[in-house]
């Protein structure tokens, strides 16, 4: 079975190693050297804000939430994965829930102003995908209406907007270290934000704890460990051939797909991109899951986003969101990791074809 994903592994001397001195120094957790290292050597790589490093990406967004104060409602989008808005939730704040654009992933920007209301604290924006979102717009809006701007860019290692690290942009910028992600520690998640902030979100994820005997308001345990922290070490020097192996996978589909009548894919060659994923958008939900069935009878696994976690929403979904609704229905993300072989791609684009054709 060709899986969608697959953890991108460093030479296990590299991680045994790093484990060594873990050992040696029997330190495991709690703010331990390692952490600290990543925490400095990711923004250095990236050219990136202050990161703290927590346990995952999930948490990243509840410690960002509550870092900002926010309460009310907040607006996002339903398309993107369920943590998204059930951090929101989690924080006791109102997902208010704005459609994505027709011909894109993301959140529509045209569309926030008419959400705002009286009680709207912040946009929660998801760049899908590892595409950015219309930052500058969103910007713009958030201005004009005194709002909170958190993105969640749980997918956008290595994405850029405007020449920068997209980490840069929004009052915080947060992502996942999943396994299945470009960048990962096994589990974990980034916090990119200005050094106030810093300061907050260190409080939360210890308890509050300011000093050994001392509480600084309430707090979560939401710390990492050294192995983790050794992981991420580990992986972030193969970052440029992880990135550089995504882009021939992306550019290998689009060669082989964009001729298909009713078939979307992302440009390989789209701005700032950091080629995380292969979506492919189909024509109507019937292809997309005949092409599903086909892939899996010959030992494929595509994957659909980001169902059904539109439909688990139940309740706190609204039907104004028709693009949300109508994409998720007919993407599949391809298989896409770093020792994917370009024949295997070449199967896999048949079997597609093939199935399109019939």
């Known amino acids: 079975m060709i899986p969608v994903t697959k953890p991108f592994l460093p030479p296990r001397s590299t991680y045994i190693a790093y484990v060594e001195d873990i050992y040696n120094r029997v330190w ?43 309460q009310g409602e907040v607006i996002t989008t339903p ?12 924080e006791n704040c109102n997902p208010k829930f704005v459609d994505i654009e027709e011909d894109g992933f993301n959140i529509d920007p ?19 995908f590892g595409l950015a979102c219309d930052i500058q717009e ?20 290595g994405t850029t907007y405007q020449g920068q690290s997209i980490f840069n942009f929004g009052d915080v910028s ?3 270290f999943h396994a ?25 994820r210890n308890f509050g704890h300011n000093g050994p005997e001392r509480f600084q308001g309430i707090g979560i345990n939401g710390k990492n460990s050294e192995f983790h922290a050794a992981m991420g070490l580990s992986v972030l ?3 440029k051939a992880i990135l550089d192996q995504r882009e021939r996978i992306n550019s290998r589909y689009f060669e082989l797909l964009s001729g298909n009548e009713g078939v979307t894919l992302v440009d390989p060659q789209t701005e700032g991109w950091n080629w995380a994923y292969c979506p492919v958008v189909f024509q109507s939900e019937e292809a997309c899951s005949s092409v599903k069935e086909n892939l899996e009878n ?31 229905s007919r993407i599949l993300c391809m298989p896409s990791f770093h020792e994917l072989r370009m024949t295997e791609i070449d199967r896999i684009c048949t079997i597609i074809s093939n199935t399109l054709d019939s």
């Open 180 to 204: 299945t992600k470009l960048f990962h520690t096994v589990e974990g998640g980034g916090v990119f934000m200005d050094e106030t902030t810093r300061k907050k979100v260190s409080l939360l």
């Open 79 to 90: 398309f993107s994965y369920i943590a998204t808005t059930t951090s929101i939730i989690w």
């Open 237 to 239: 020097p193969h970052m």
């Open 28 to 70: 495991l957790t709690n703010d331990g050297p390692l952490v600290r290292e990543l925490e400095s050597a990711v923004p250095r790589h990236l050219k990136s804000r202050e990161m703290a490093f927590v346990s995952n990406g999930t948490l990243a967004l509840q410690l960002a939430l509550r870092a900002l104060e926010v």
């Open 298 to 328: 010959n030992g494929v696994s595509p994957r659909r986003y980001f169902y059904p976690s539109l439909e688990v929403l139940h309740g706190q979904f609204d039907e104004h969101c028709p693009n949300s609704r109508k994409t998720a």
């Open 138 to 157: 969103i910007q713009n809006i958030a201005e004009r209406h005194n709002l909170v701007v958190i993105y969640d860019a749980a997918h956008c290692f």
């Open 110 to 128: 045209t569309k926030i102003e008419a959400a705002i209301t009286e009680h709207t604290a912040a946009i929660l924006a998801t760049h899908c």
């Open 174 to 176: 947060t992502c996942s």
